[in-house]
């Protein structure tokens, strides 16, 4: 990647994943790699403490910092996108926040991704949309207690997931009105969806409060595919963005060979202060 000094990072919920979970940091810090995320790394929204002590653990044992964590998101393996806007789950989504939270404390992270939910032939769309405002707005006010942000994101492939744009996501920060709730803008996703994602970083810079890269066709890494994901970098950096790029991608090799793409631009996470 050229033309930028912007901090990478490595989702170590889709990259590694020859590795079990929790040695997965380590193998990050191997790489070159000092800030990590992960999805909801726990296969409910309140885990046995055992579970939670040991994931804590490797994080701090493998000396990298968690620059991201997804929210508990329902089952993702049988297409479930998030809890926040289903109408039954808003008190396993709040009990996954009070976690995240306490997890976040322990290892400051500074970001925390709600994936919205698909559209339910339970409720209405205006039903479901009100039940992600108070929900995303509980989850605002408690990540502010450890001065960090929620996410949101357009997501692709699953068609009922409602955010599709960076301007359905906007749309939705703004009817939540919290100041610590930013767009996260994957590229790939915006990408795949048909969303000009130049237009979208000229807009929405401001807004924009972390960055997933992969390529595509495939969501491989960088240089796997055809998208201009150096020139929309380029032009975060030269609007103002100076937040983590984590790389969440599927690599097409083994992970520890897909980093070619990352080249001396790379900066330490430890030369930022916290």
Known sequence: MRGHNLRYAVNLSILFTELDLLDRPAAAKAAGFDAVEFWWPFSTATPRAT????????????????????????????GERGVVSLPRRVDEFKAGVDLAVEIGRVLHCPAFNALYGNRIDAASASEQDAVALGALRYAAKAVADIGATVL???????????LRTAADVITV????????????????HLAVN???????????TDRIAHVQIADAPGR??????????????????????????????????RS?????WVGSTRMSANTVEE
């Open 51 to 78: 579970e939670v002590n040991a994931f804590v653990a490797a994080i701090t044992d493998a000396d990298v910092r968690l620059v991201g964590l997804n929210f508990f998101a329902g089952d993702l393996a049988a």
């Open 194 to 204: 048909g969303d000009d994602v130049a237009e979208a970083i000229t807009k929405h």
């Open 256 to 260: 520890t060979d897909s980093f070619g």
């Open 152 to 162: 949101l994101e357009p997501v692709s492939g699953i068609p009922s997931y409602p």
């Open 173 to 188: 920060l703004d009817n939540v009105g919290a100041p610590n709730i930013g767009l996260l803008a994957d590229l790939y």
């Open 220 to 253: 491989g890494e960088p240089g796997s595919g055809d998208l201009p994901l150096d020139d929309w970098l380029e032009a975060l950096a030269a609007n103002g963005y100076d937040g983590y790029v984590a790389a969440e991608y599927k690599p097409t090799v």
